[in-house]
């Protein structure tokens, strides 16, 4: 008997912390043109046959029997049998160096209540297609409340409402766009492949099918030269879509990007640790939403005093607007300290 199943390496952060399944349907990005993003630059895009991932999704099933998991209810964190797991291995050397394995063991033992579908942009395949594997995810486990995965707003835009609609009811609950800027220059700038309409279009389409709507944008993307209309047109296309959550991903030049290099050129100069903060309070000062902005990512790295985060790196983030004055408050405090001690990023952000 065969335990192997096919895992992607990327998932967004909130999925990582609440050790989701991950599901992959497709391989790499179909896009991958975004001079700023060095995820699947070596790879080449490819679609998974819906035969392939339910096979995958019922090798899945295969080991939650094996291990004697109740797959019908969540279950409470730590609910798996180490002596199980071990027999287990014993009989399968091959799954104790399978990713897949360690992430299915995270996944039982964290309560088997979420799962994420790979890679990139999962909704580009066919709609009958996504149904057809939601559903029989959903069926094959009914203990998991939430499924995500990640969208392009291209992809987005060009599926009608019913399509979006279709795939949501099949189980499909939350949708992650990278967004990056509101500033049709910078986004066409970084090749993002999408304009403000565009997002605008494919945001809203989302809502109405009745997604959650996850939204990330790039403090410090516009560098000196752009960052006021980066964090002026980012605000008012955020406001205009007004997502549940926006996620803060401050952008720093990875080593083999496009981008990397203009950097390194002198053609994209950045801001210092002090200018984005600086950027942050425009964009924020401008925020006119219901959304929770959300900083759950190490790239948010500034300090206050004691070494301490500036912001909290928690899922759940700053509910707007009630905590609009209090995330201003915590921008200064942080401005102030680089006042009092600049600094540049951490060692582990620059080459
Ligand atoms: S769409 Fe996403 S994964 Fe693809 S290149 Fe752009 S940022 Fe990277």
């Known amino acids: 008997m065969s335990y192997s199943f096919e895992t992607g390496i990327y998932r967004p952060p909130s999925e990582g912390g609440s050790s989701s399944l991950l599901v992959r349907v497709t391989r790499n990005c179909p896009w991958n043109l975004c001079t700023f993003c060095g995820m699947y630059k070596a790879e080449k895009f490819s679609r998974r046959s819906t ?39 014993s009989k399968n050397p091959d799954l104790g160096v399978s990713p897949g394995f360690g992430m299915v063991l995270e996944w039982i033992s964290s309560g088997m209540k979420t799962a994420f579908i790979q890679d990139a942009n999962s909704i580009i395949l066919d709609t009958e297609e996504l149904v057809d594997i939601l559903a029989y995810l959903r069926k094959t486990f009914p203990c998991i409340q939430r499924v995500t995965s990640y969208a392009r707003a291209r992809t987005l835009a060009r599926k009608s409402l019913s399509e979006l609609k279709a795939i949501k009811n099949a189980g499909l609950d939350r949708l992650h766009v ?78 083999g990007t496009p981008l990397f290099y203009d950097v390194e050129k002198g053609h994209w100069p950045l801001l210092s640790p002090k200018e984005q903060l600086l950027e942050l309070k425009e964009t924020v000062k401008a925020l006119d939403v219901t959304s929770k902005i959300c ?45 009092l001690t600049p600094s540049g990023p951490p060692i582990w952000l620059v080459r």
């Open 178 to 255: 990278g967004l990056e800027s509101g500033d049709e220059a910078i986004l066409e700038r970084i090749k993002k492949g999408a304009s403000p309409e565009d997002h605008l279009e494919a945001s809203r389409k989302a809502m109405d099918a009745g997604f959650q709507l996850s939204q990330y944008w790039m403090p410090g993307l516009g560098g000196k030269k752009f960052w006021k209309e980066h964090a002026i047109n980012t605000a008012a296309l955020l406001n205009k879509i007004n997502p549940h959550y926006i996620r803060s991903r401050p952008f720093f030049p990875h080593p």
């Open 295 to 339: 900083f759950d990512h190490a790239g948010n790295y500034w300090c206050g005093p004691k070494g301490r985060p500036v912001f909290k790196h928690t899922y759940e983030g700053y509910q707007f607007p009630e905590k609009k004055p209090h995330l201003l408050e915590l921008i200064e405090e942080g401005i102030r300290f680089q006042e």
């Open 51 to 89: 035969a392939e991932v339910k096979a995958d999704i019922d090798t899945v099933a295969i080991i939650c029997r094996e291990l004697e998991v109740d797959t019908d209810i969540p279950s409470q964190r730590g609910g798996i049998d180490r002596d199980r797991v071990a027999t287990l291995l």
